[in-house]
């Protein structure tokens, strides 16, 4: 079974945490946030997590285009609803008035097929988002959901710079607060600093990107080279899972699984777990030092940024270059991926709807229209 982490009021949160942002799919990515989930797949990998004692779920208002929160609360209603943990995210971005928080709300609460969520977010804060839940007075409103029993403990996750945090932090008694948090991003997305702030005010953490969108479970030759001189036993991913995990204050690592190896993968990391010796960390800031030196674009595949006017498909192009850089493809095998994409960067706008959206705060307009088209033309 599962290590499990205390949380408060005598429960206790399974270590690893079954995300639903990237579940199997039954078609090919044709669209980045493909709606198309394949619940029979999906119910396998729920029913492996709850045997192995996984009892917290994620979900969220925009996941598989809307599709994600039918498909948790589907797979979960075999089980009692008091053996797991359900959280579920207001995507403040989305609302235009005060009217649109309850509408959403309820309509999680339908999709989902609950009455209540165990854990629920405001999702993706930064300082703009933030003033929004100011404007909105949301904290108040969610305070209100809670007396009314439809939520028992309330956090954010949060995309947003050290000064944001700051200030989220001090406005409220929070419960738990969800970062990006991997080897990777400890230095570049100041994950540490974000960790540290949150540990010193009392407050749980929960990990979101672990294996950043699944690249550090296949990074480049010379950083697996780097991991398999040291212990070849242990999988890439793992590395991940078990640096994220080793931190003191992480309540549990949310991973977004979408096969049974991957799972059975991360449940034995997270089985009778030990956490990373000071020479084991030090192993993964190589690692990161190593993947610093290639000329990626740090796009996690969160597919935020799917909703493009021009239907770009920007994921799926990042992922072609990517590869190149990584050395995981020839220069040639990159273009040809890249020319199976059906809407490419040559009809990117520069808009910058998808910029906007995007967690990494990545210059997508910018890259599309010169760095991908200059490189895949």
């Known amino acids: 079974m599962i290590d499990r982490v205390e949380f408060k009021d005598g429960i206790e949160i399974s270590r690893l945490g079954l995300g639903n942002m990237r579940l199997p799919v039954k078609t090919p990515l044709k669209r980045e946030a493909n709606p198309m989930i394949d619940y029979n797949k999906g119910q396998e990998l729920v029913d492996i997590a709850y045997e192995n004692g996984v009892n917290y779920y994620d979900t969220a208002y925009m996941y598989h285009a809307g599709k994600s929160e039918k498909f948790i609360g589907t797979a979960l209603k075999k089980y ?46 930064d300082g703009k988002a933030w003033d929004k839940c ?57 994950s540490e600093e974000q960790y540290n702030i949150l540990t010193d005010a009392g407050i749980p953490v929960i990990i979101m990107e672990p294996v950043r969108g699944g690249k550090l479970a296949d990074p480049p030759k010379n950083v697996k080279e780097l991991f398999d001189n040291f212990d070849n036993t242990k999988s890439y991913a793992s590395w991940a899972i078990r640096f994220a995990a080793t931190h003191s204050n992480v309540l549990t690592v949310l991973s977004g699984m979408n096969s049974k190896e991957q799972l059975l993968d991360n449940l034995s990391s997270l089985t009778d777990f030990k956490p990373l010796t000071e020479t084991e960390l030090k192993l993964c800031a190589n690692a990161a030092a190593l993947l610093n030196k290639n000329d990626v674009i740090p796009c996690t595949g969160c597919d935020y940024c799917a909703d493009c006017p021009q239907e770009v498909k920007i994921s799926s192009v990042f992922a072609a270059y990517n590869k190149f850089k990584n050395g995981e493809a020839t220069e040639a095998e990159a273009k040809r991926e890249y020319d199976a994409i059906d809407i490419k960067a040559d009809s990117c706008i520069g808009c910058g709807a998808c910029k906007t959206h995007c967690p990494q705060s990545i210059d997508i307009p910018e890259l599309m229209q010169n760095k991908m088209k200059s490189f895949f033309e």
Request: charged letters at 30%.
């Open 134 to 190: 100011i404007k909105f007075d949301a904290l108040s409103y969610l305070e209100n959901k809670r007396s009314e029993g439809k939520i028992k403990y309330f956090g954010f996750s949060f995309h947003g710079e050290i000064d944001d945090l700051k200030r989220i932090v001090a406005a409220y008694k929070w419960d738990f607060a969800q970062i990006q948090l991997n080897y990777l991003d400890w230095k570049n997305y100041k």
């Open 80 to 125: 009692p609803r008091d053996s797991f943990y359900l959280a579920d995210k207001l995507p403040i971005w989305m609302c235009t008035s005060k009217k649109d928080m309850e509408r959403i709300f309820n309509k999680q609460l339908t999709r989902c097929g609950v009455e209540y969520f165990d854990f629920y977010l405001l999702h993706a804060l």
